[in-house]
């Protein structure tokens, strides 16, 4: 009974290094997002998806990709990381856009 | 521009009285609402909700109130426990729009003895 499992839990980055967050989630569920949390701001959406193969921009997107090749993966590409994206990223996944998401434990990221 | 607002960054009751967490927001499309509770190191986890067209739904020692008029709804918790120390997320959505939702800065509750 994992839910939603995010990988690494901490990582540390030089600015302009690339890295992929990963997110999996066993529920079969629809609807994934990322999230990203600082200090003061609360959660922001980063990118979402619907399904496989389906996936949009949420409030902060710059700078990040995402693709959705399964169900169950919803992975979080940084392609040139910066100091401005230091925070704790969450993923999230629900059964459908009327039910409640689940999040993962976080992934915390510092960019040097 | 922050569309969803929780005022308090704190707030400490004694163990056994009533704790009331405040949210507001600014965006009169948002029509369901959330509460997620959270211990550090951990992700947010559903508490409860509360669709626009009711004011008020309950869950054992959890009712959040909705006043839509004035765009502000309330998390409630009686008894209070010590296990409720956590922060307390408000968050907000547009039913059919994706999912995607709108959170509030945060409420750090502390419960004492």
């Known amino acids: 009974n994992a839910g939603v499992t995010q990988t690494p839990k901490f990582q540390v980055l030089k600015t302009g290094q690339s890295m992929t967050l990963q997110c999996a989630q066993d529920?079969?569920?629809?609807?994934m997002s990322w999230y990203r949390q600082d200090p003061g701001m609360g959660l922001r959406l980063i990118h979402y998806?619907?399904?496989?193969?389906?996936?949009d921009q949420g409030e902060v997107p710059n700078g990040y990709n995402v693709s959705r090749s399964t169900t169950e993966d919803f992975p979080l590409r940084l392609l040139s990381a910066a100091p401005s994206q230091t925070s704790v990223y969450f993923c999230?996944?629900?059964?459908?856009?009327?039910?409640?998401?689940?999040f993962g434990d976080g992934t915390r990221l510092s960019i040097l | 521009d922050q569309q969803v607002k929780q005022n308090s960054p704190s707030l400490s009751v004694q163990e056994g009285r009533i704790s009331i967490l405040n949210c507001d927001y600014t965006?009169?499309?948002?029509?369901?609402f959330l509460w997620y509770k959270k211990y550090p190191a951990e992700g947010p986890t559903f508490l409860i909700s509360i669709s626009s067209i009711k004011d008020k739904n309950e869950d054992g020692r959890f009712t959040v109130f909705l006043n839509k008029s004035a765009k502000h709804l309330s998390l409630h918790i009686v008894p209070s426990q010590p296990g409720d120390s956590a922060v307390y997320f408000c968050?907000?959505?547009?039913?059919?729009?994706?999912?995607?939702?709108?959170f509030g800065t945060g409420t750090q509750l502390k419960v004492e003895l």
């Open positions: 965006n009169s499309m948002f029509d369901y």
């Open positions: 968050a907000a959505l547009v039913e059919g729009g994706g999912n995607k939702l709108t």
């Open positions: 998806s619907v399904g496989a193969g389906i996936t």
């Open positions: 529920m079969n569920h629809e609807y």
């Open positions: 999230a996944s629900s059964q459908d856009g009327n039910q409640p998401q689940h």
